[in-house]
């Protein structure tokens, strides 16, 4: 991923004033016709209201075909203006006065202004919605609006990475005044309008005639999302010709996919990682030395080479990944069965038994990687016993609510909004309960970083907080997991796909066509 600049984001007079057609792919040789997708991430409990987005179905139906957000990240890692066409910044990053596209309508007819974008961010303000991007707006100490298309943001701190942010998944902008029927119906500004949305099972789109990105994007004229949620169900869908591209392709399968006629494997390094988070408020793992325990009680190596097939690379217990500006080339805490009972000793503990929550949902693989942990931390005396947990309700009842499960991220672009996401004292996302007790050193250091201009400043800043959470943190990442999904003959892509989420950032309703 090319790395961005932020002093070119505060410099310029119109920072990344994006339009038209940059970085989209050029005319297909063919337009129209129907993509048809086989996708895992599907639950019965899906709406259109994006402080719920969690997993893949939705995110793909939402921000990529029915809806749009502010800003949106290229496939090449770069920023472009979606629903905004520009942006300026005072000197401090601190304000920022964003310039609104014109002549954009909702599916409804009603036209996009202003006080769309303000009534959509605060939605995500309300405790009760646990909001993923509650951090990121409650960042905001005012938001303004200067005339029907022109906000004003001021920030409690300089935020140099704040246009990143406004791509976020969840930050869809729905119509004022609408939201409930907006949130209820799909009533977006998206390529796609909502013909048929069944939660957990189907989404039919039809394309929007005279939008604004006609001749720059979507190319279909239909789109038929299908859950399938059982990895077997989507590879033999594709095999078949049932579906054109599915996501999530276990490794196992991968294998066999390569060479098969008709079928294109997508192998795509990214920030995804696959891990287990530990709640560092709750007991045992409230005891720095126990979860030092478990780092050194993993075999990393055996997780990539045996659940990914060498698909991924190690990961050293921090969330930032390959594709971050600022990831620091740590050590991975070894596999250690004595260094791992001499931490037990330090906590107080001869042995200790913990169960671990695992689905197929958090990740392909889960319970097998479980079972491999299981069997290398029985050396340093704990008793790691896997549950397999329902699939259905995986990320709205145990995750997060379990003090010790399976998690699964595809990371974040920037080092703010991964950390601010996950790791910010009090974020309702912050699987691990990592906070201000656990280190008030990480706390200071990301509000610290967020406003610091200085590249090499930030460096340092954000490597030492790596450090702290290789060393002291909750979070157990043995790997970051290549994106490995499949389209069918019938389906071309561009020649860059994105790697932030699965499918082209997850726009691939946008992005390809039909070949």
């Given amino acids: 991923m090319t790395a961005f600049r932020r002093r070119r ?5 119109l920072a990344a004033a994006v339009l038209g057609a940059s970085g989209l792919a050029a005319a297909p040789a063919r337009s129209g016709g129907t993509l048809r997708a086989g996708l895992g991430g599907a639950h019965r409990s899906d709406s259109w209201d994006s402080r719920t987005h969690s997993d893949f179905f939705m995110i793909a139906a939402a921000q990529g075909a029915v809806f749009d957000t502010l800003t949106e990240v290229a496939a090449d890692g ?4 979606e629903l905004a066409t520009g942006w300026e910044a005072s000197p401090d990053a601190r304000v920022w006065t964003v310039t609104l596209r014109e002549g954009v309508r909702f599916h409804n007819g009603k036209p996009f202004v202003a006080e769309d974008v303000l009534a959509s961010l605060k939605l995500h303000l309300d405790p009760a919605a646990a ?25 409690e701190a300089g935020n140099a ?16 005044g609408q939201i409930a029927e907006a949130m209820a119906r799909g009533i977006g500004t998206g390529l796609y309008r909502v013909e048929h949305f069944e939660p957990g099972v ?11 990105k006609d001749g720059q994007a979507g190319w279909f004229d239909e789109l038929v999302f299908t859950a399938m949620n059982d990895g077997a169900a989507r590879v033999a869908a594709l095999r078949s010709g049932q ?26 390094p990214g920030n995804q990682y696959y891990g287990f988070a530990m709640q560092t408020g709750a007991a045992p793992f409230d005891a720095v ?48 069965p004595d260094r791992a009972r001499y931490h037990l000793r330090q906590a107080g503990l001869a042995s200790l038994t913990v169960p671990l929550s695992v689905s197929d949902t958090a990740f392909e693989g889960a319970p097998q990687a479980a079972g491999l942990f299981r069997d290398t931390a029985a050396a340093a005396g704990l008793d790691i016993q896997p549950v397999t947990e329902q699939s259905e309700g995986y990320w709205s009842e145990v995750w997060r609510n379990r003090p010790f499960c399976a998690c699964a991220w595809s990371g974040r672009v920037t080092e703010d909004w991964m950390f601010s996401t996950a790791l910010q004292h009090g974020a309702p996302w912050n699987d691990t309960q990592w906070g201000m007790e ?8 990301l509000t610290e970083a967020r406003s610091e201009l200085d590249s090499a400043r930030r460096r340092a800043f954000y490597g030492e907080m790596q450090q702290i959470l290789r060393d002291e943190g909750g979070l157990l990442i043995p790997v970051f997991a290549n994106h490995l999904q499949a389209v069918g003959e019938g389906i071309a892509t561009p020649a860059t796909v994105g790697n932030l989420w699965a499918m082209d950032n997850a726009r691939f309703a946008e992005r390809w066509w039909r070949a």
């Avoid at 770069?78 to 203006?81: F, Y």
Wanted: hydrophobic content about 45%.
């Fill in 438 to 445: 656990q280190s008030p050193r990480f706390q200071s250091l």
């Fill in 243 to 268: 579906v054109d591209a599915i996501n999530r392709v276990a490794p196992q399968r991968a294998a066999r996919l390569q060479g098969v006629a008709g079928v294109q494997l997508q192998d795509i």
């Fill in 9 to 13: 984001l505060i410099q310029s007079a």
């Fill in 202 to 212: 189907r989404f039919l789109g039809r394309r929007v005639a005279g939008h604004y």
């Fill in 131 to 155: 909001s993923g991007a509650r951090p990121l707006v409650e960042s905001i100490a005012t938001m303004e609006r200067l005339s029907d298309h022109r906000v004003r943001f001021t920030l």
């Fill in 289 to 336: 030395h126990v979860r030092q325990a478990m780092k050194h009680a993993i075999d990393r190596q055996a997780i990539l080479d045996r659940v990914l097939l060498g698909h991924g690379r190690i990961g050293a217990d921090s969330p930032l990944g390959p594709a971050n500006q600022f990831a620091a080339d740590l050590d991975a805490p070894g596999y250690d």
């Fill in 161 to 176: 990475d704040f246009p990143y942010l406004l791509a976020d998944y969840h930050l869809l902008i729905y119509p004022a």
């Fill in 78 to 81: 770069s920023l472009r203006g």
